[in-house]
Structures are given as C-alpha cells and as structure tokens.
C-alpha cells in the first residue's frame, strides 16, 4: 500500500512537472516575458521539449528503479517511505535546475535577438472586468472555521475522555506513531493548528481577491480569461483543501476522544481519500486555468509588448516589487499564485499563522 501511495504521487507529481511549461501563462516562457509575437519562436519550442524530455526520462528511470527495489528487496515501510520521499525531492530538484537552464537560454535569446526592440511597451486597465470575477466570497471560508470552534469546545467538555497519551501523528497506515502527555493545550492542540491552517486560506483568498487583474496589451481576451479563470478556480480549490483539512483534523480528533467509533479501514481509507482528491481537485485545476488562455486569441495586436516587468521577478521565481500593491500574482512558472515580497502584508498572511503554530507545539 505505502509503495502504491508513493508511486501515485510520484506519477502525477511528474506528469505535473513535464506539463509545467504548456501550462503557463502565453507570453511568459521560463519565467521570461517574449512579445506575442515570438510566442511561437522554434528555438522556444525546442527548449520546452527538451525540458519535457529530460524531466520525463530521468522520472521514468527513477520510478523503475524504486519499484524494481521495492519488489526485489522487500524493504520496510519506513524505508519505502525515505526513499520514495527523496526520489520525489530528487525529481523536484531536478525540474528545477532544468528550469534555471532554459531560464538562462530564454533570457539569453530574448536579448541576443533584441525581441523588445522597436516595440511599444504598454499598460492596460479594464475597470468592468472586476464584475465578471467569480471568486467566492470571502465569508464561505468561515464555515470550517466555525466547525473547528465547535471541535475545540467538545474537546473541552470531553477532556476526562482523553487518554493519558495524547496522539500527535499518524501512521500512513492509519495506525498513531507518537504521542505527547495530555495537556490543556496538548488536548486542542491538533484543533489550533487546523484554525491557524484556516486563517491562513482565509487571508490568502482576501489577499488575491484584493489583487489587481493584470491584462496583456497584445491579447486581451484570452489573458482576461485566464485571470478570471484563475481567480475563480484557485478559491475554489483552497475552499476545497480547507474543507477536508477540517474534515480530516476533526475526524481524527473525535478518534483520539472515542477511539471505539472509528478503527481499522475507517483510519487508513481517511487519509487516502484526503490526498486523492486533493490531487484530482489539484490537476483540474492546473488543467482549466492552463488551457484558459490557449484558444481562440483572436484579438493579437502588432507594434506593442506588454509591459516588460522582468527585472521584478528574481529567476522568474520570486517577485518583488514595493510599487506593485498586489499581495499575490500569478506564477510565472507553475499555475497558482506567488507572494509580492515586496508588500510587507503578505508576510503577516503566510508567516503569522506558521509561527503561531510553533508557538502552540511548544506550549
């Protein structure tokens, strides 16, 4: 089961990654920002298959070996899990440095060929396009929160119920693998770190429906598109990661109060439903905001280059930019969004939570 489990995240965790770059934003290629109409570039075609190529055969080998390993050497379920874990590190680290590779090459063609040159480089606003965005509203987000408040407080009323040792995590079995003595705060901890996870969703939804909606000069249409696709889908699927995050927090809360109610499948089956759907709901996701922008660009306008922001964005990862009000924009390589780390808010939305949980564990 655990060398199932592996495979299956590694699986769609590659298919994830060799997909990457045919599901980024059009005129955005390795994190580098190519006029409309150098999109179609060969030499920017070839980088993308190179890429797909290499990701999808170094995978490919890797998988092989681990599950010829697992079959010929019956390892234990803590070495299956140590080394599946760092194949899957060992195919991150390797996208990315492939990433950094054909970052370096764009960047390098984008210059050698002076793409910019002789092109106007333009802003656009659409001020009625914030009355067709979809987002959810932020006040749905509370509804799990209000759960977890009710789990604390039958924690509460329950407290003579717990057990001595108090469950602090769980086997990929199902099964508790460590445990802390019970406490006041040791009882709700596991409650506090889900309401902390929470506020968390809560504060990046509020933070990218604040953000601006950046559209392109050259394809308006579908870049509109794309932005509201985006927005609408990625509120749906943190909605959705909150809700079974409360769904399987609690659930192993009432275990650990009545360990008599749930035992045996119900324990392992949670878990692994959990990760299924988050990895459908993630996939979709990726799916319909990557195609958003593909089709029918209709609208491709010559002489002019979207604004030219690249000196913002440190390796086409990370974006920093002080004049820039947004707290979150899109990925320039993946699908989702990244922090401005130039708005000093979007610390408080990521970090706050996080330390407060470090501060809960040690209490």
Same mark, same amino acid.
């Given at each position: ?24 934003? $059009? ?102 396009? $914030? ?19 009710? %789990?604390?407080?039958?924690? %509460? ?99 650990? *109060? ?18 299924? %759907? ?8 990726? *799916? ?61 939305? *990521? ?13």
């Amino acid at each position: 089961m655990t060398l199932a489990i592996f495979l299956m995240i590694a699986i769609i965790l590659v298919g994830i990654q060799t997909a990457v770059p045919y599901l980024v934003k $059009r005129t955005v290629i390795f994190g580098i920002t190519v006029p409309e109409m150098y999109v179609n570039n060969e030499t920017l075609k070839s980088f993308k298959k190179k890429y797909t190529l290499l990701v999808s055969l170094f995978s490919f080998v890797a998988l092989a070996g681990y599950l010829l390993w697992a079959i010929f050497n019956t390892p234990t379920e803590e070495q299956t899990v140590l080394v599946g874990t760092l194949i899957q590190f060992g195919i991150i680290l390797l996208s990315l440095s492939l990433y950094f590779y054909f970052h370096a090459k764009t960047l390098q063609l984008k210059t050698k060929n002076n793409w910019a040159e002789n092109l106007k480089q333009v802003k656009i606003t659409d001020l009625s396009v $914030r009355s067709q965005d979809e987002m959810l509203p932020w006040s749905i987000y509370l509804l799990p929160i209000i759960i977890t408040f009710g %789990v604390i407080g039958y924690t %509460v009323l329950q407290y003579d119920l717990l057990p001595e040792q108090i469950p602090t995590h769980w086997g990929i079995n199902g099964e508790a693998d460590a445990f802390t003595e019970k406490t006041p705060m040791s009882a709700i901890l596991m409650p506090l770190t889900l309401l902390m996870m929470q506020l968390m969703f809560l504060g990046i939804h509020v933070g990218t429906k604040k953000s601006g909606i950046k559209l392109s000069a050259t394809s308006t249409s579908a870049s509109r598109m794309r932005q509201l696709t985006l927005r609408k889908y990625s509120s749906w699927l943190m909605l959705l990661v909150s809700f079974l995050l409360t769904v399987m927090f609690s659930f192993f809360q009432l275990q650990t *109060i009545h360990p008599e109610l749930f035992a045996g499948a119900t324990m392992l089956a949670t878990p692994i439903i959990f990760l299924i %759907v988050v990895l459908v709901g993630t996939i979709t996701f990726a *799916i319909k905001v990557g195609r958003s922008d593909k089709h029918n660009v209709v609208d491709t306008k010559e002489n002019i280059a979207d604004f030219d922001d690249d000196s913002h964005w440190k390796g086409g990862l990370i974006y920093l930019n002080r004049q820039d009000p947004s707290i979150f924009v899109e990925k320039r390589f993946g699908v989702g969004w990244s922090l401005n780390f130039g708005n000093p808010i979007g610390y408080f939305i *990521i970090l706050l939570p996080l330390l407060a949980i470090l501060v809960f564990s040690f209490m």
